[in-house]
């Protein structure tokens, strides 16, 4: 049969220091508005009847932003223009017939100092 328990022993001696442990947070800061300034707006096109050409802005890229200009042009030469302040729709007023095909589209950023901020092109298929 086990017997009784004994006394407890003496403590032992002191282990060796441990590695010290720093903590770090990372944080996520918002992109400045310089970062958002250069940021390309957000734009589809299609061609309605009449040959008109309607752009939708679903996002501006900066709250610096004024103005975007629009301009669709092929082969070199400008099809339509446009200008819009915030988001929405425009119908872009037309300098030439504008038939289904490929087409470029120029969006350029203003802000209320007149200083272009983006200048950004992009294709599209009418």
Do not use: N
Not at 16 to 34: L, N
Not at 44 to 54: D, M, N, P, Q, S
Not at 100 to 121: C, E, M, N, Q
């Amino acid at each position: 049969a086990p017997g009784t328990p004994g006394a407890d022993g003496p403590a032992g001696t002191p282990g060796a220091p441990g590695k010290a442990v720093t903590q770090t947070t990372t944080t996520t800061t918002p992109p400045t508005t310089a970062d958002s300034a250069t940021a390309k707006p957000a734009v589809t096109c299609k061609l309605a009847r009449g040959g008109k050409v309607v752009c939708t802005i679903t996002s501006v890229g900066a709250a610096a932003v004024k103005e975007l200009q629009l301009t669709l042009t092929a082969r070199g030469a400008t099809y339509a223009t446009g200008k819009r302040t915030g988001l929405g729709r425009v119908t872009l007023k037309t300098t030439r017939r504008v038939t289904p095909g490929r087409y470029t589209l120029r969006v350029r950023t203003v802000t209320a100092a007149r200083k272009v901020t983006s200048d950004s092109k992009r294709q599209l298929t009418l």
